[in-house]
């Protein structure tokens, strides 16, 4: 996989996203779509997140889209798209990005699996971003946050408190875009927008698996940007160490 490296050098000279740090202790529920806490968030602050990938047609173009305009975002990883192309796992962290998962293989809903089906779909997303990872330098490993984002936002009780235990947060979204549905890159754009104008703040949810939203996306940030909003980045207020763990024990544990 070849990268621009325009890119790369315009990245490096960027100021730091600010982090809005969260504590993932007793797995918190974020996300002021679902729950009634929203991370934190200041007024006018926007939180990128993509959802889906890694992809290889869409992923690195959201990457340089990023890096042109100094934003850090986060990013909720499929298992098996991660297992496909570790390469840009590793590309996603070290762009800086955050990274958290959204189960192995994407079920719609876990609710209509076994419980024990669910925690396996959750255990090998991480487990395929942590492989794809291991290798990484320690700051680029560091990226795979304790943070988990439900297929369709269909979260369940249960689920929410094993993941709790773990001190996993539960990641959920302010607003999205509609970029699922199949609708104009125009019209992700003005959904988006009107979507942040009347919350004044919060994650957004996008997919890095959608063309027509690496379409919009330059255009989108900049407009945001003349309106007086600011981007940040969601981070884990401290490493959670079982995440971080690569090794081969850890690995043969795995379902
Ligand atoms: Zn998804």
Not at 146 to 151: G, N, Q, T
């Amino acid at each position: 996989m070849c990268f621009a490296t325009a890119a790369q050098a315009s990245a490096s000279d960027c100021p730091a996203t600010p982090k809005v740090l969260i504590d993932a202790t007793g797995g918190p529920t974020i996300g002021t779509m679902q729950y009634k806490n929203g991370g934190g968030l200041k007024h006018k602050e926007i939180a990128l997140t993509f959802d889906d990938g890694p992809n290889p047609d869409v992923t690195p173009r959201i990457l340089d889209i990023l890096d042109k305009h100094c934003i850090k975002a986060t990013f909720f990883l499929v298992g098996i798209y991660a297992d496909a192309r570790p390469d840009l796992v590793r590309e996603i962290a070290r762009r800086g990005h955050t990274i958290g998962t959204h189960t192995y293989t994407h079920p719609d809903n876990l609710r209509h699996l076994s419980l024990k089906a669910a925690k396996s779909q959750i255990t090998r997303g991480f487990a395929a971003v942590r492989n794809a990872l291991a290798d990484a330098p320690y700051a680029e490993r560091q990226a795979l946050a304790p943070f988990f984002r439900f297929p369709g936002l269909n979260d369940s009780k249960p689920l929410i408190a094993w993941l709790g235990a773990q001190d996993i947060a539960t990641l959920s979204c302010s607003f999205g875009a509609d970029d699922w549905k199949p609708v104009s890159s125009n019209a992700i754009y003005a959904r988006g927008l009107s979507a942040i104008q009347s919350e004044g703040r919060g994650i957004l949810i996008l997919h890095d698996t959608k063309s027509r939203t690496a379409d919009m996306l330059s255009r989108f940030i900049v407009t945001l940007e003349k309106r007086g909003y600011s981007f940040v980045q969601l981070a884990p207020k401290s490493p959670n160490p079982t995440l971080a763990d690569t090794s081969p024990n850890m690995r043969t544990s795995l379902p």
